[in-house]
């Protein structure tokens, strides 16, 4: 009887020293697992345990994770085909375009009669529309294509806003939209001035396709952030949503398809390759599209 209740105890205590380390296996495998979804590694989860059970489990889940693997892969080499074949097809496109420009202004030089010079404006204001579209995709692929450098300076964001819109100006008469100033204090941005100057482009020229009515230029600095906001009344707030703005090739209304929907997306590109951001806002009628960039120099060490 004394060896039956000895061989239990030890059968307890065994029970017990697996069930212990089948808990630390456990453990294990939950902060490998955590530290594969923190960091972003591939490593696979490995158990130093022979029991069946928790070996299984490990292997099925380094199963998943093999297939998200080769799930990731595929998906990053066909978006890198897809930027390849933008920047291919739009570089192609360009050649042809130029030389529709050119054989137009030979024919305008002609001394066209109003009827030809009629189609002709027709003519040359769709070519045009093409020309923005094609830049628009050559200039979106380029972005996303190369790691392109940011060289951050200190600007005035204020004086560079009111060179842009002063540049549209014409435009936007033809539109007949106006611009009311609503804040313009001297506000500076540590950014890179080109691409800072292509987001301010592309807003005001998102506001002359798209506006139904005078725009609202903000320029204001808080909490080493400058922030410049554009808003625009807009014709038929029930089919935009703002939260999609940005998205690639995303297109709200009808007046929208011909545009590509990448204007919106450049900005927010550009941006945050600048450590700043994009956001969009519809209040009841009026669209506000806001970009903060840093003021601070640091922003770019961090």
Do not use: W
């Not at 928790?54 to 889940?61: G, K, P």
């Not at 709200?252 to 806002?281: C, D, F, N, P, Y």
């Amino acid at each position: 009887m004394k060896y039956l209740i000895a061989l239990l105890c030890v059968a307890v205590v065994a029970l017990l020293f697996l069930l212990i380390h089948i808990k630390l296996q456990l453990h294990s495998l939950s902060r490998q697992l955590e530290k594969r979804l923190d960091d972003g590694s591939r490593n696979y989860l490995h158990v130093s345990l022979f029991d069946r059970s928790v070996s299984r489990l490990a292997s099925d889940m380094n199963k998943c994770f093999v297939r998200d693997d080769q799930a990731r892969q595929t998906l990053e080499q066909e978006e890198k085909q897809f930027r390849e074949t933008i920047a291919n097809i739009s570089h192609d496109l360009r050649t042809p375009l130029t030389s529709v420009k050119g054989f137009l202004q030979l024919l305008e030089r002609e001394h066209p009669n109003e009827l030809q010079l009629k189609r002709l404006t027709v003519i040359k204001k769709h070519t045009d529309e093409l020309g923005e579209l094609i830049e628009h995709f050559f200039e979106y692929s380029y972005l996303i294509s190369n790691d392109t450098e940011t060289v951050p300076e200190c600007f005035c964001l204020t004086d560079e806003t009111a060179e842009c819109i002063a540049a549209a100006a014409l435009q936007l008469e033809e539109k007949g939209i106006g611009v009311n100033i609503e804040e313009f204090g001297h506000v500076c941005v540590t950014a890179d001035r080109e691409k800072t100057v292509r987001i301010i482009q592309n807003l005001v020229r998102n506001c002359i396709n798209h506006s139904a009515g005078d725009i609202t230029v903000n320029v204001t600095e808080e909490n080493g952030l400058a922030r410049l906001t554009i808003s625009n009344p807009v014709s038929d707030p029930s089919v935009i949503q703002p939260e999609r703005l940005f998205d690639r090739f995303y297109t709200a209304e009808k007046s929208r398809r011909k545009t590509t929907g990448l204007g919106l997306s450049i900005v927010r590109l550009l941006s945050q390759q600048m450590h700043g951001s994009a956001a969009a806002e519809l209040d009841g009628n009026t669209l506000s599209i806001s970009v903060t960039l840093p003021q601070d120099i640091s922003t770019y060490k961090q």
